[in-house]
């Protein structure tokens, strides 16, 4: 009974500190598109533009307020961006295709690059500043 309790204890020990290396690994880079979207008015009214009704640059005053922003693509779904809102907030309404990580410990997307589609053209462009 000893021996195969500490050979279950032995294996578990493995499986843990091998989890813990694979999870402390380099997180994958990867590339994600779509409309950039003030969370607040996307949530309530699924607005992906920065102009909502007769509200002028609402996307934009939500973003420089600090509410959260995300990416919305063609089919609707959406990634948490991990940015500091203000910095963004002239880019609401506008596609981008941004490179970088999803979060270790979480789904939101932290960018590394930025790329905005201009006439039909992506356009590589500096990521706004922030304080990383």
Same mark, same amino acid.
């Given at each position: 009974?000893?021996?195969?309790?500490?050979?279950?204890?032995?294996?578990?020990?493995?499986?843990?500190?091998? $989890? *813990? +290396?694979?999870?402390? &690994?380099? #997180?994958?880079?990867?590339? @994600?598109?779509?409309?950039?979207?003030?969370?607040?008015?996307?949530?309530?009214?699924?607005?992906?533009?920065?102009?909502?009704?007769?509200?002028?640059?609402?996307?934009?005053?939500?973003?420089?307020?600090?509410?959260?922003? $995300? *990416? +919305?693509?063609?089919? &609707?779904? #959406?990634?948490?961006?991990? @940015?500091?809102?203000?910095?963004?907030?002239?880019?609401?309404?506008?596609?981008?295709?941004?490179?970088?990580?999803?979060?270790?410990?979480?789904?939101?997307?932290?960018?590394?690059?930025?790329?905005?589609?201009?006439?039909?053209?992506?356009?590589?462009?500096?990521?706004?500043?922030?304080?990383?």
């Amino acid at each position: 009974m000893k021996k195969a309790f500490s050979l279950f204890l032995a294996v578990t020990i493995i499986l843990a500190v091998s $989890g *813990l +290396v694979l999870a402390g &690994g380099k #997180m994958k880079q990867t590339t @994600v598109s779509g409309t950039l979207v003030d969370l607040k008015c996307y949530a309530a009214m699924g607005v992906t533009t920065n102009d909502h009704g007769e509200m002028k640059k609402c996307g934009s005053m939500c973003a420089e307020g600090g509410l959260p922003l $995300g *990416l +919305v693509d063609e089919k &609707g779904n #959406m990634v948490l961006l991990g @940015v500091p809102s203000p910095a963004y907030s002239k880019l609401v309404g506008k596609e981008l295709r941004l490179t970088g990580t999803y979060g270790k410990y979480s789904k939101v997307f932290i960018p590394k690059t930025m790329e905005i589609k201009v006439d039909g053209k992506w356009k590589k462009t500096k990521l706004p500043k922030t304080m990383m």
